[in-house]
């Protein structure tokens, strides 16, 4: 029996496993409704259309950035399974707004007054529920796990995060918006009773006061976990791949309306093609370091997703006129035209060498660190992720502003993957370096 099939199988791995698995649908299904709704049945402009989506990405974000320190501090210090429970539990009064938003926007009742706003407040909620459950899905690994296994359960979690993200996708892309709003409080509803199987995970030292001061401690958390130039390294290139990747799901709706004609449920297929291919990667780059965290592949991957990059907005680019002004294809039109398979291609591509690229880093923040420091060095990375996510979320909208086309603004992306690879080889080195000592 396989690891990955052992840890499956395993009470100390699977209830962890599923209560961050509906936990990343529920995000996904709320997040997408709102913002396929939104671009398609409210905005008719490219420009607004990727002002909304650039701003419901930035108020998703912005608690990682505020956060993340009292985030990290708290599951250091306390039993991580006890902080499940109170964040699942908050996920459902979280939905219960959001979902009211939703049947307020299908029904038409207060659309710009009363339903966006609370769409939005429950995206907000939502980033602060990830901001604190995000340290505790990879700190509680290395407690459950043995060491040979965390690479395993990391590439796991990552992947199941991404077939998460996909069914997520699927379903805001295909049912109504008042199906979505009750989906989203049935999820997790059922997030809370998985979130209740979790063995206790108590701290693996002496518990400190907490530090509310949001910047000092941030600051602080940052610069403490910064020391190690291995973790130091990690956390920059998973930031450039996160920053890449908010521009590119950004994109991706306005993008399919705008410059492929096609319908909300395409754009849905283009999140969905990005999240198979992350779950794909996730699990090969496992197999191909056979269980070691080593930052190896990293430079090839990374390479690889800026090619792959400039090869889809080629295809973009390429792409020919399609009917009437105004008509959007569906999926069975949109998959019979001759660019439809060559773009799907290159967006798999993107996906899977991204996927190769970021696992490994993830599993350096939980294996060079002691057990009792590996919620803070998650919620350290977050922090610079929100950042780096932020900047993307800024970048975007700025290169909107200059009157820059989307498809055009992919090859700054396939640009900055040049960055990511520089830093995926100086992990390299820094990892050969450490292990010659």
Not at 305 to 318: H, I, K, N, P, Y
Not at 327 to 345: D, G, H, I, K, R
Not at 392 to 399: K, P, R, Y
């Amino acid at each position: 029996m396989t690891t990955t099939s052992k840890l499956i199988r395993a009470r100390r791995f699977l209830p962890l496993f599923v209560t961050q698995l509906l936990g990343a649908f529920n995000d996904n299904l709320f997040k997408n409704a709102m913002v396929l709704y939104v671009v398609y049945s409210v905005y008719n402009s490219e420009a607004d259309e990727a002002r909304f989506s650039a701003l419901a990405s930035a108020i998703f974000i912005i608690p990682f950035f505020a956060l993340s320190a009292l985030s990290g501090q708290l599951a250091d210090m306390r039993d991580k399974a006890k902080i499940i429970r109170i964040i699942k539990f908050c996920e459902i009064v979280i939905m219960l707004v959001g979902g009211a938003g939703l049947a307020l926007a299908w029904q038409g009742i207060g659309l710009h007054t009363i339903a966006i706003p609370l769409m939005l407040l429950a995206l907000f909620a939502m980033g602060v529920h990830s901001t604190f459950f995000g340290p505790i899905k990879y700190a509680i690994l290395p407690q459950h796990l043995r060491d040979g296994e965390v690479l395993a359960g990391t590439g796991l979690v990552e992947a199941g995060t991404y077939i998460a993200v996909l069914a997520g996708t699927i379903v805001a892309g295909w049912i109504s918006v008042d199906a979505a709003a009750i989906s989203v409080f049935v999820v997790a509803c059922i997030g809370y009773v998985a979130g209740r199987q979790v063995p206790p995970a108590p701290p693996m030292c002496k518990p400190e006061p907490l530090d509310f001061h949001i910047w000092r401690s941030s600051i602080q958390l940052v610069r403490t976990t910064m020391q190690d130039k291995r973790v130091f390294l990690a956390i920059c290139a998973i930031s450039f791949f996160w920053a890449i990747g908010t521009v590119l799901f950004i994109q991706f709706p306005p993008l399919a309306k705008n410059i492929l004609a096609a319908s909300k449920e395409v754009a849905s297929l283009f999140l969905v093609m990005f999240s198979v291919g992350v779950a794909i990667g996730s699990i090969a780059i496992n197999a191909l370091l056979k269980g070691t965290v080593s930052a190896r592949f990293s430079p090839l991957s990374v390479i690889g997703m800026g090619l792959f990059l400039f090869a889809f907005e080629t295809v973009c680019s390429a792409w020919p006129p399609h009917g009437a002004p105004g008509e959007l294809m569906n999926v069975a039109t949109f998959l019979s035209q001759p660019l439809a398979v060559p773009l799907l291609l290159t967006l798999l591509g993107i996906a899977v060498c991204g996927g190769m690229f970021v696992v490994p880093l993830y599993a350096f923040l939980t294996t060079f660190v002691d057990k009792s420091q590996t919620a803070r060095t998650v919620a350290a990375n977050n922090i610079v992720n929100s950042g780096a996510m932020v900047m993307g979320s800024l970048l975007t909208g700025l290169l909107t502003l200059l009157g820059l086309a989307i498809v055009q603004q992919l090859l700054v992306v396939a640009a900055c993957c040049v960055a990511s690879a520089w830093l995926g080889y100086l992990l390299f080195r820094a990892e050969k370096a450490a292990e010659a000592a």
